[in-house]
């Protein structure tokens, strides 16, 4: 399944399997686009609403629909100077 994720207002589009954790979404995500300085923990996912996703969670548990827009950024304090 497809899933835009948009880091840091950089949009990339992954191909998600739907039984693996969301944190291999992310990671991919971040890789693509050379995002890779900072751990994973360092970083937080939402949905367009603002809901937090636990990258724990395999993508299947979230039921979303292909094209589905998350949005991943530095969690509140982690930015650089």
Not at 4 to 13: A, G, R
């Amino acid at each position: 399944m497809s899933l835009v994720i948009v880091v840091n207002s950089e949009p990339v589009t992954i191909e998600a399997n739907l039984n693996a954790p969301l944190q291999v979404v992310a990671l991919h995500a971040l890789q693509e686009t050379g995002n890779v300085g900072r751990d994973l923990t360092d970083w937080r996912m939402k949905t367009e609403a603002g809901d937090v996703l636990d990258f724990d969670q395999k993508v299947e548990h979230f039921s979303f629909m292909a094209g589905t827009e998350l949005f991943l950024s530095l969690k509140a304090g982690e930015g650089g100077c």
